[in-house]
T-cell receptor
């Protein structure tokens, strides 16, 4: 039973346009959500996070939106750059799971020049 | 800040031997470190949670005698794959957090190949 789902295995976007990566979760006990970026054969790099008490968090070109009622979060990247091409993982955690991270399967983002 | 290193980056070993992987937090003290395993085209699977000075907590299905974890200091955790077999070949990644519940920062990973 996958508690964190990224239903799009891949996404292709033109440079300069917006990239929207989606993530759904099923466990209502999650109260902290993160996005990581990962290149092949490397560890994930932390991008941005959001607590369940917020519905939006912004950091430069990256914005994460959280819709608790829909159990859905999204990562917006604008403008997209070719260097953003990587696999993006959504992760969730909560105090009741001892803050262990549960990851989605990832979405491969390709930004075309 | 928040840099995590792993050593070695890749290792090839013979079946039956043991392999030790180190995870270090370089610019912060990590009360908690985590060990993950990633299979090809799969997500990261948590293997165990390691707290400094105490025994690691293993996830269901992970053999604690097979994957020995030691968290000797606030900046170092080690994972030893004992009596490695080809099915243990994988990408092992550690992460560390400064405080329980805060963001985990990941190491670059270790590629293990068991022949």
């Amino acid at each position: 039973d996958q508690q964190v789902k990224q239903n799009s295995p891949s996404l292709s976007v033109q440079e300069g346009r917006i990239s929207i990566l989606n993530c759904d979760y099923t466990n209502s006990m999650f109260d902290y959500f993160l996005w990581y970026k990962k290149y092949p054969a490397e560890g994930p790099t932390f991008l941005i996070s959001i607590s369940s008490i917020k519905d939006k968090n912004e950091d430069g070109r990256f914005t994460v939106f959280l819709n608790k009622s829909a159990k859905h979060l999204s990562l917006h990247i604008v403008p997209s750059q070719p260097g953003d091409s990587a696999v993006y993982f959504c992760a969730a955690s909560g105090v009741r799971s001892n803050y262990k991270l549960t990851f989605g399967k990832g979405t491969l983002l390709t930004v075309n020049p | 800040g928040a840099v995590v290193s792993q050593h070695p980056s890749r290792v090839i070993c013979k079946s039956g031997t043991s392999v030790k992987i180190e995870c270090r937090s370089l610019d912060f003290q990590a009360t908690t470190m985590f060990w993950y395993r990633q299979f090809p085209k799969k997500s990261l699977m948590l293997m165990a949670t390691s707290n400094e000075g105490s025994k690691a907590t293993y996830e269901q299905g992970v053999e604690k005698d097979k994957f020995l974890i030691n968290h000797a200091s606030l900046t170092l955790s080690t994972l030893t794959v004992t009596s490695a077999h080809p099915e243990d070949s994988s990408f092992y990644i550690c992460s560390a957090s400064k405080v329980v519940g805060e963001t985990q920062y990941f190491g670059p990973g270790t590629r293990l190949l068991v022949l």
